[in-house]
């Protein structure tokens, strides 16, 4: 993967939905925001880039390929070895042409929203400085693209039965099925349920504007007759079983949303349920750093 790195200007506020740049497409949890407010602002620093991601102008991708083509500044294996090249860009026409291409760039927070939230609040108490960026990673989804994950569900204290009787509720098909035949059937239009002994799909009738996830959180999960007592979440069908195991309810395996509807989901100004995307990867924390002291 490949990101330009840079401080991202939080300093003006959109007056519509239309005139954003930065689309979020989750919410957040406002006392986290604050705190991590709090504590970059104690230290001074952002301690890793919010992962941006969009599709880039040709001209934006042939002066980023440009530079990759010379020798890197510096390059290394982090303490998790994953690796690293950096190339500093400090020529003044290559960041005239870089800006002029972003101009009207939009670009979807795919990791950091409650970071980006932060940013937001640390600006609006201290204007006029340093606090008027964040770091940011900026990512073409169509040069280099990261990868977007399942993240799945446990439901505690949820049948397959009251599952059954949502899905009746809100007319979506209901299908029992054995394992093999379910997992096969697990994609954008079709989640697979399980108590751990009985598999079933449920097919969804959706538009292309609408992430299954929504559906879920939406239509089935308050529909259920109860429940559930918690919400598990996991990025592996593993991970998942291994929870119901320990705790009972129904597993909800999710497939991957489509990085595309997740764009249209957020220029609609609609906003996932939590936990709704994963996309990797992403620098790991403190291979990229901004001190707001240097600035």
């Known amino acids: ?32 925001a604050d705190s991590l407010a709090d504590r970059m602002t ?20 042939a002066v980023l390929r440009e530079v990759a083509s010379t020798e890197p500044t510096d390059q290394f294996a982090d303490q998790h070895q994953q690796r690293h090249r950096i190339w500093a860009i400090r020529d003044p026409a290559t960041l005239a042409a870089l800006a002029e291409g972003l101009a009207e760039c939009r670009a979807l927070i795919a990791d950091g929203h409650h970071r980006y939230a932060a940013y937001l609040r640390m600006q609006a108490r201290q204007p006029g400085g340093a606090f008027d960026r964040g770091l940011a990673m900026l990512v073409d989804q169509e040069d280099t693209p990261l990868f977007l994950g399942p993240i799945h569900r446990v439901l505690t204290d949820v049948s397959l039965d009251d599952l059954a009787a949502a899905a009746e509720t809100v007319g979506v098909g209901f299908a029992a099925a054995d394992r093999g035949a379910a997992l096969g059937a697990l994609g954008p239009q079709t989640l697979v349920v399980t108590d751990g002994r009985t598999w079933a799909t449920l097919k969804l009738d959706l538009p292309a ?18 429940g559930p007592a918690r919400i598990h979440h996991h990025h592996s069908v593993d991970s998942a079983l291994n929870q119901l195991r320990r705790t009972g309810g129904t597993a909800v395996l999710m497939p991957a949303p489509d990085v595309d509807v997740v764009l249209r989901v957020a220029a609609a100004d609609r906003l996932l349920p939590e936990k709704a995307t994963s996309f990797q990867p992403k620098p790991n924390p403190g291979v990229l750093i901004r001190s707001l002291r240097d600035e």
């Open 1 to 32: 993967v490949r990101g330009l790195v840079g401080a991202l200007d939080v300093s003006h506020r959109a007056s519509s939905p239309e005139d954003r740049a930065i689309l979020p497409h989750e919410g957040i949890h406002p006392a986290q």
């Open 42 to 61: 104690q230290l001074a620093l952002n301690p890793a880039p919010i992962l941006l991601v969009h599709r880039a102008p040709a001209g934006v991708r």
């Open 209 to 226: 504007d609408r992430a299954a996830v929504e559906a879920l959180h939406d239509d089935l999960v308050p529909a259920l007759p109860r």
